[in-house]
């Protein structure tokens, strides 16, 4: 049973351009959420989709988009790139309602 | 500012020694979850605590969330190098829509 898969696993981008990251949940989980996550630091929430839709949206600027697939995959978009987007970011999947997150190992993105 | 409050930070320790870390929030959630990560992978849940005065064993790790489901601490038993780790705890609203981070408590344990 595949857990979540991100793909790319590395990305290098220069200042400015735009990036899109990819997302497949856990088989059976329909709703994925997005995290940031600086060096040394904990995970800080994008935001969450579930049934196509953003239902939840942290404190992140609207550079950065998001969209969920009939598939319950999703991808993050992020715009303008700036040198402080560089981190990890991690998909996360559940299963509405229930408790708990699969994690995938994240996009290591850098911008340079 | 972080929702939830990790401490310590970090924390070096010997084989074979006991250790607990906390996390505190002025929050009330409806779950709080720990996980963790080793570098370069994302976090693994090991517990969902739910219930205010709840205590759950998973094997040497115990944990407990308080009555009021504000604050929860990992203890871990004869702690081992295999523990080493960052330890995250995120607590969920009762929407469940997001789920909120510590910082995290980086533990060594050294053989």
């Known amino acids: 049973d595949a857990g979540v898969t991100q793909s790319p696993t590395h990305l290098i981008k220069t200042r400015g351009q735009q990036v899109t990251l990819r997302c497949s949940p856990k088989s059976g989980h329909d709703t994925v959420s997005w995290y940031q996550q600086a060096l040394g630091q904990g995970p800080q929430f994008i935001f969450q989709y579930y049934e196509e839709e953003e239902r939840q949206r942290g404190n992140f600027p609207d550079r950065f988009s998001g969209h969920q697939f009939p598939n319950y995959s999703s991808e993050l978009n992020v715009n303008a790139l700036l040198l402080g987007d560089s981190a990890l970011y991690l998909c996360a999947s559940c299963r509405t309602g229930m408790n708990g997150y699969t994690f995938g190992s994240g996009t290591r993105l850098t911008v340079v | 500012t972080q929702l939830l409050e990790q401490s310590p930070q970090f924390l070096s320790i010997q084989e074979g020694e006991n250790l607990t870390v906390y996390c505190n929030s002025s929050s009330v959630f409806s779950s709080l979850q720990w996980y963790r990560q080793e570098p370069g992978e994302g976090p693994v849940l090991l517990v969902t605590?739910?219930?205010?005065?709840e205590v759950k064993k998973l094997k040497r790790l115990t944990f407990q969330f308080g009555d009021a489901r504000k604050d929860s601490s990992l203890h871990i038993t004869a702690a081992q190098p295999g523990d080493t780790g960052l330890y995250l705890c995120a607590g969920a609203g009762y929407n469940n829509n997001d789920m909120r981070f510590g910082a995290g408590t980086r533990l060594t344990v050294k053989p």
């Open positions: 605590v739910v219930t205010g005065g």
